[in-house]
């Protein structure tokens, strides 16, 4: 799955968290733009692993703030499966 | 900018909330006058929030135990059992804690918070997996920042998801711990344990059992879930504390795991904070004989709990899914908890206001603790000023008041 697909699937994730946010694109800041707690993004994480059907440990995701980020540490983790 | 400016969102939250009335975070207790009453502001208030589940805070021999041992000790250890040593308390509490467990090996703690950031954080390597219930107290989320192991979390109580969970981290390499709660401590629900063992042992997993809340109060003999769920020869680790049912303040752990004494050298959170003075650990081995043989405590305790639940369920409140010593009211927002909260303590009832993001799926609680030593006339009465003040500020509605009153 590429980078584009992925952010699409987190948007989407993203807009059921925050009950239908609109104007959530690759840019947004998922923790700033979003007023998302940290118990929040930590629920994004698990509805990601299970949407990919990966393990996102939650280290990895402290450094991201992008949708875009987030998507490439999603990526990264994919290919590990399959390598 | 100064230094706390990162907390601004805090202070607003935090003033919003004194604004209502008495403070909920420093609520002070001019005098105790038992395990279950209390001086509040002048005004003699039922403690229906302190976790006393046996009731043990002022039990005689407890207390003259402890009066003895701070005598013939002194008031401090003034220093950590690794650099300034071990009192005969210490060792003769770690003896009895294994023996009640029926374990080979104890090791106790200063704090309860301690127990769990040391035993987690220590056991969890960099090439190891933790895997934690979503729900787990904030000392386990904090052993989760202190250990190198990458943490994933498992869906609440849910075994067919920490199954998932586990399978994706089949070939990770490393072992894999996964942590779950006797009792959890903001709902009272317990976790489903014996799936969970299950789920632990097909895939070779390790499990830390925290029984902080269910040690004392649930199985035969007290030893908690993994007792009543006659799962305790599966469960790897046990980690509990003194602060509840024993009465007073300190962690531990119990284990059957070869080379355990190597904690006490490389668990840092054990290593590097001052022992617990001889008198508190003192009144500790003395309550923790009351547990052993405190069934008819037990009996008290879960009566006083089912009538506490059954009375809230009754009265119409939104309660827990499960009748423990915990039971949580649920209110639909952080004004009303608040203001409900404080109505409770001006007519003589303290409980524990608990509010996002401490609380699942960011409720708003209404936490009470039940003990063995309420009175029925305590809890009935406990009852009643919810049921009063839940009608006035319309939480509850009187047709639906099924049979208390």
Redesign the interface.
Known sequence: MDNAEIETVIVTELTTITNGAAGITAETNIVRDLSL???AV??L??AL??HF????????IAETETVTQLAGVVQSLQTEVEA | MGILDKFKDLRSAYDDVKSAGSDPFSVRFDKILSPTEGIVAGKKTILLGTNNYLGLTFDKQSVETAVTALRENGTGTTGSRIANGSYGWHARLERDLAAFFGRKHAMMFTTGYQANLGIIATLAGRDDHLVIDADSHACIYDACKLTPAPVTRFKHNDPDDLRTRLRRLKNKGGNVIVVTEGIFSMLGDKAPLKEIVEVTKEFGAYLIVDEAHSMGVLGKHGRGLAEECGVEDDVDFIVGTFSKSLGAIGGFCVSNIDDFDLLKVACRPYMFTASLPSSVVASVVTSLEKVKNGELLREKLMGNARRLYDGMAAAGFSVGPDASPVVAVQLPSPEMAIAFWNALLNEGLYVNLALPPATPANMCLLRSSVSAAHSHEQIDQAIALFTKIGLAFGVIEPERIASFG
């Open positions: 707690d940290s118990l930590m629920d994480v698990m692993e299970d059907d990966i393990s996102i440990p939650l280290d990895r």
